[in-house]
């Protein structure tokens, strides 16, 4: 009885999309500075470092932008990255294929021999057809407008720098999260310290959200684990 209890209780436990701590209360936010570190693979060695600026020299790359306002290009700088997604892809594809083919041979014989004589005909025929057809068709759009300041959190020694941040706006018991990663040449930044994100390499974009209206709209726990484990 004690065994068939646990079981009807861990039962009711899996079908709950709500965490047991948010219970009666609004959503917790991550610790200040959690997206700052990186979660990346290390980079192949293909950026080379500047080389040694000649004796008594003023210049250097890190000084190729002199007239220009400050950017950031040192750990710990602030940038802010402008993410204006408009994207529309619309595909539409079709084929349609046929084949037919068709054979026939005759043959008429007579044959005679002291007196004994046999005649006969013989019809053969092949005919084949084969029918082919697909469609396809894609129709997706996006679009997103937001801006979200990064901290350069890694310099790397061709002087691009690796830049990351996040974003979370709590609206009652909603929280929507926003976070940028990637590379970033420092002189594609803006004299106003701004960087559009088509601009940044290896660019990772999330937005989305936790809370009461993104618990309703996921299935419930018990239900992604019967999605995963049947066969159908």
Not at 43 to 71: E, I, M, V, Y
Not at 126 to 137: A, F, L, R, V, Y
Not at 157 to 164: A, C, D, E, K
Not at 179 to 198: C, F, M, Q
Request: neutral net charge; charged residues 20%; hydrophobic residues 40%.
């Amino acid at each position: 009885m004690k065994h068939l209890i646990a079981i009807v209780g861990l039962c009711f436990l899996a079908a709950c999309a709500t965490r047991p701590e948010d219970f009666g209360r609004e959503p917790g936010m991550t610790p200040v500075g959690s997206g700052v570190a990186v979660e990346r693979e290390p980079l192949p060695h293909l950026f080379k470092g500047s080389g040694p600026a000649a004796a008594n020299s003023t210049w250097s790359n890190a000084s190729a932008d002199l007239f220009t306002s400050p950017r950031a290009r040192q750990v710990g700088d602030i940038v802010t990255v402008n993410i204006q997604i408009d994207d529309k892809a619309e595909f539409e594809n079709a084929s349609d294929r046929s084949r037919r083919s068709s054979i026939n041979a005759g043959l008429d014989y007579a044959f005679s021999f002291k007196g004994w004589n046999s005649d006969g005909t013989a019809d053969a025929g092949i005919n084949s057809s084969s029918d082919s057809k697909g469609q396809g068709t894609i129709d997706r759009s996006e679009k997103l407008r937001l801006s979200v300041a990064a901290i350069v959190n890694e310099v790397l020694p061709n002087g691009n720098v690796v830049i990351s941040g996040s974003q979370e706006v709590r609206v009652n018991f909603e929280v929507r999260v926003l976070n940028i990663a990637g590379i970033v040449r420092p002189r594609d930044i803006s004299p106003k310290n701004t960087i559009s994100y088509d601009k940044i390499a290896e660019a990772r974009v999330s937005y989305g959200g936790r809370g009461r209206l993104m618990e309703v709209q996921q299935p419930a726990y018990g239900q992604q684990l019967f999605d995963v484990v049947t066969p159908f």
